[in-house]
C-alpha cells in the first residue's frame, strides 16, 4: 500500500512549535524562533532521512522534534504554574497562555500517538492493514480487517484500514478534553501512562483557565 502522507504531522509539530510565539516570553523555553526553528530542521532532516531510506535516523530525528516540543510544553506549564499566584503576568496573558498549552498539548500527544503506536508510520507503511497496536480504533472491528492481514489479494486490501495522523488528533484532543480515550480503548501501558501525562497537563491547563473565570466573577 501507498505510505501514508507526512505532511499533517508536520504542519500540526510547526503550528505547536509556532504557538511559542504567543506565549509571554517568560513561559518560553529560550526565544521563540529557538524552538521553531530547531523543530523545522528536525522536521526537515527527518523527511530527507526517510527520502533516503535511512529509517533509523528518520525515527531518532522525528523523536528529537517531539522531545524538543514536549520539553518546551513541560516548562510553559511549570512557568504558568510559578507565575499564576505571583501576579508575574497580565490576567489575560495567563488566559491565553493556559489556552495556547492547552492546545499545544493536544498536538504534541497526537504526534506522540502516531510515532510510536505499531513500531512507528515506517513500519505501518509496510503493512496491508492495522490489526496490532496501542490503540484498539473502532475501524478494527470491521469484517475483513483479519483476512487482510492474512492475504495479499486485491479486495482484502481494498478493505484494509490503517489510523493516519487525524485518528490520533482525534484521540488526544478526546484525551484533553474528556480526560479520557472515549471510543478508542487503550491496550499498553505506554500508552496508558502517556495519556495520563496527557490528561494532567490538560487539566491543569483547564484548572488555570477556569481559575482565572473565577477571579473574574
Given at each position: 500500500?501507498?505510505?501514508?502522507?507526512?505532511?499533517?504531522?508536520?504542519?500540526?509539530?510547526?503550528?505547536?512549535?509556532?504557538?511559542?510565539?504567543?506565549?509571554p516570553?517568560?513561559?518560553?523555553?529560550?526565544p521563540?524562533?529557538v524552538?521553531?526553528?530547531?523543530?523545522?530542521?528536525?522536521i526537515?532532516?527527518a523527511?530527507?532521512?526517510?527520502?533516503?531510506?535511512?529509517?533509523k535516523?528518520?525515527?531518532l530525528?522525528?523523536?528529537?522534534?517531539?522531545?524538543?516540543?514536549?520539553?518546551?510544553l513541560?516548562?510553559?506549564?511549570?512557568?504558568?504554574l510559578?507565575a499564576?499566584?505571583?501576579?508575574?503576568?497580565?490576567?489575560?496573558?495567563?488566559?491565553?497562555s493556559?489556552?495556547?498549552?492547552w492546545?499545544?498539548?493536544?498536538l504534541?500527544?497526537?504526534?506522540w500517538?502516531?510515532?510510536?503506536?505499531?513500531?512507528?508510520p515506517n513500519?505501518?507503511?509496510?503493512?496491508?492493514?492495522h490489526?496490532?497496536?496501542?490503540?484498539?480504533?473502532?475501524?478494527?472491528?470491521l469484517?475483513?480487517?483479519?483476512?487482510?492481514?492474512?492475504?495479499d489479494d486485491?479486495?482484502?486490501?481494498?478493505?484494509?484500514?490503517r489510523?493516519g495522523?487525524?485518528d490520533y488528533?482525534?484521540?488526544?484532543?478526546?484525551t484533553?478534553?474528556?480526560?479520557?480515550?472515549?471510543?478508542?480503548?487503550?491496550?499498553?501501558?505506554?500508552?496508558?501512562?502517556?495519556?495520563?501525562v496527557?490528561?494532567?497537563?490538560s487539566?491543569?491547563?483547564?484548572?488555570?483557565?477556569?481559575?482565572?473565570?473565577?477571579?473574574i466573577?
Amino acid at each position: 500500500m501507498a505510505p501514508q502522507p507526512r505532511w499533517p504531522v508536520a504542519l500540526a509539530l510547526l503550528a505547536a512549535a509556532a504557538l511559542h510565539f504567543v506565549l509571554p516570553r517568560t513561559l518560553v523555553m529560550g526565544p521563540p524562533w529557538v524552538v521553531l526553528g530547531s523543530v523545522g530542521i528536525l522536521i526537515a532532516l527527518a523527511w530527507y532521512a526517510r527520502h533516503l531510506h535511512h529509517w533509523k535516523l528518520n525515527e531518532l530525528l522525528s523523536y528529537t522534534a517531539l522531545g524538543v516540543l514536549t520539553a518546551a510544553l513541560v516548562f510553559g506549564l511549570a512557568a504558568l504554574l510559578y507565575a499564576l499566584p505571583r501576579r508575574l503576568e497580565a490576567p489575560s496573558a495567563l488566559l491565553r497562555s493556559a489556552a495556547v498549552l492547552w492546545l499545544t498539548n493536544v498536538l504534541v500527544f497526537a504526534g506522540w500517538y502516531w510515532r510510536l503506536d505499531a513500531g512507528g508510520p515506517n513500519e505501518r507503511d509496510f503493512r496491508i492493514a492495522h490489526v496490532r497496536g496501542a490503540f484498539l480504533f473502532p475501524q478494527m472491528l470491521l469484517p475483513g480487517a483479519d483476512a487482510a492481514m492474512e492475504t495479499d489479494d486485491a479486495e482484502s486490501a481494498q478493505m484494509s484500514w490503517r489510523p493516519g495522523f487525524v485518528d490520533y488528533l482525534f484521540l488526544a484532543f478526546n484525551t484533553s478534553t474528556a480526560f479520557s480515550p472515549t471510543d478508542v480503548p487503550v491496550l499498553s501501558r505506554w500508552a496508558k501512562l502517556m495519556m495520563m501525562v496527557q490528561a494532567v497537563i490538560s487539566f491543569t491547563s483547564v484548572a488555570v483557565i477556569a481559575a482565572r473565570a473565577v477571579n473574574i466573577l
